[in-house]
């Protein structure tokens, strides 16, 4: 509804009881008008607003800008996984090595995985474990004698086993681990039976043995028995050896080795 507010209005006579006209001394009041926008647009301008379905069109927008972003990332991810299989398809099985990978892409070692051992065959590395060698007489004194070939007892990397003396023989200059292990049956065993084991080695240039590594043992008898018992000595070190060294095993008391070829045994190996 509108309303022109320069219309003039028309006057307004009041009547008396006497019928005659009277004319107002006041001005007359005029009336109000009031305009109010039309419904219609106030709707269309609502509606406009609110968008579809009472959602903004800016939040309606962000909705569908999340929604291409997550279907970018699943279709990225699906390429990768089919490159990767057809990848493996051309590779053989042989080649694949999966590697465990931690943060920031570096490789990490798996532990407690099989590693293979090095082949005692391998000519290249410097190493011998010789085994007991049961004897009837004692002829050699204190320098025990040993199988080079029985059963794990092996030579290799120019390692030699000297059968006329017993002796490992090392040809290359290093670090080498011996080790020795002896086991004496003493048939009257008393507490203060004793025996003695060492390696020594014999040095080009040196006239006397070098002494290695020793053990005494005593007291490991019951007191005053009389009766048999088995005892044993274990000795091992890191020694340097030089090129020609000959390495000996010595016991005080060889009679009285056990006959159990894997009870007695002697080695070394550069490391």
């Given amino acids: 509804m509108s309303c022109d507010q320069t219309y003039p209005l028309p006057q307004v006579f009041l009547v008396n009881e006497g019928g005659g006209p009277h004319h107002s001394t006041q001005p007359p009041n005029l009336i109000p008008c009031w305009s109010f926008p039309p419904a219609a ?3 269309k301008s609502r509606g406009k607003a609110r968008g579809f379905m009472g959602i903004k069109p800016s939040l309606a927008m962000m909705v569908l800008m999340l929604f291409l972003l997550v279907f970018a990332a699943l279709g990225f991810e699906a390429w990768q996984i089919f490159q990767i299989q057809k990848k493996m398809k051309g590779t053989p099985a042989e080649k694949v090595e999966l590697k465990p990978m931690i943060e920031g892409g570096a490789p990490l070692k798996q532990i407690g995985l099989y590693e293979p051992v090095p082949n005692v065959e391998d000519k290249s590395r410097p190493a011998a474990h010789v085994i007991g060698r049961i004897e009837r007489e004692n002829k050699y004194g204190k ?14 990397g120019g390692v ?6 017993g002796a490992l023989q090392v040809n290359e200059t290093g670090l080498y681990h ?6 004496l049956i003493f048939k009257e065993c008393f507490s203060f039976s ?4 060492s390696v020594f080695v014999r040095r080009v240039g040196h006239s006397s043995p070098l002494t290695l590594m020793e053990a005494h043992r005593v007291g490991f008898c ?9 005892t044993e000595s274990y000795l091992g ?7 020609y060294d000959k390495v000996f095993v010595n016991v005080s008391h060889r009679s009285y080795l056990s006959h159990t070829h894997y009870a007695n045994f002697f080695g070394l190996y550069k490391i």
């Fill in 194 to 197: 004793s025996f003695e084991h």
């Fill in 143 to 156: 320098t025990l004698r040993w199988e080079p070939k029985t059963g794990q007892a092996f030579t290799s």
């Fill in 222 to 230: 019951p007191q005053n028995t009389g009766q048999s018992w088995t």
């Fill in 41 to 43: 647009e106030m709707i």
């Fill in 237 to 243: 070190a890191v020694q340097l050896l030089k090129k």
């Fill in 178 to 183: 011996i080790y020795s292990r002896v086991e």
């Fill in 160 to 165: 030699t086993y000297r059968a006329e003396d």
